[in-house]
Nanobody, 121 residues
Framework: QLQASGGGFVQAGGSLRLSCVAS????????MGWFRQAPGKERELVAVVGQRTYYMNSVKGRFTISRDNAKNAVYLQMNSLKSEDTAVYYC???????????????????WGQGTLVTVSS
C-alpha cells in the first residue's frame, strides 16, 4: 500500500527526491516516516512528519520531509548527499501520530518496498 521511488546513484554533494505514494486507504491521520538501512546496519529513522517533524541529527539541514495529504504522498528531499547516506530507504506509516518520533519499528504499521540510494564519493 506504500510505493517508494526516486532512489538512484548520485555523486557526493548531489540531490535526490524520494517519493512515497499510498494507496488503498487514507494516511492523513498517520505519521509518515522515512527509514534507511545500510548494509550490515540496523534500520534507522531518518525523518518523520506527524504532530511535529523530526530529523535524525546527521541529516538536519540537508534533508526535508514533506507530505501532501491530497495526493496521499510523502516526500524526502535530500541535498548535499554524503557517502554515508548510502542505504535502502523505506517509507512507513504509523498510527501513533503523536509518538512515532522514537523510531520504534513496531509503531509503524505499513511499509514501502524500499528504494536504493547510492552516493559516490
Amino acid at each position: 500500500q506504500l510505493q517508494a521511488s526516486g532512489g538512484g546513484f548520485v555523486q557526493a554533494g548531489g540531490s535526490l527526491r524520494l517519493s512515497c505514494v499510498a494507496s488503498g486507504r487514507t494516511f492523513s491521520a498517520y505519521a509518515m516516516g522515512w527509514f534507511r538501512q545500510a548494509p550490515g546496519k540496523e534500520r534507522e529513522l531518518v525523518a518523520v512528519v506527524g504532530q511535529r517533524t523530526y530529523y535524525m541529527n546527521s541529516v538536519k539541514g540537508r534533508f526535508t520531509i514533506s507530505r501532501d495529504n491530497a495526493k496521499n504522498a510523502v516526500y524526502l528531499q535530500m541535498n548535499s548527499l554524503k557517502s554515508e547516506d548510502t542505504a535502502v530507504y523505506y517509507c512507513a506509516a504509523s498510527p501513533y501520530y503523536g509518538s512515532a518520533y522514537d523510531g520504534e519499528l513496531r509503531k509503524y504499521e505499513y511499509w514501502g518496498q524500499g528504494t536504493l540510494v547510492t552516493v559516490s564519493s
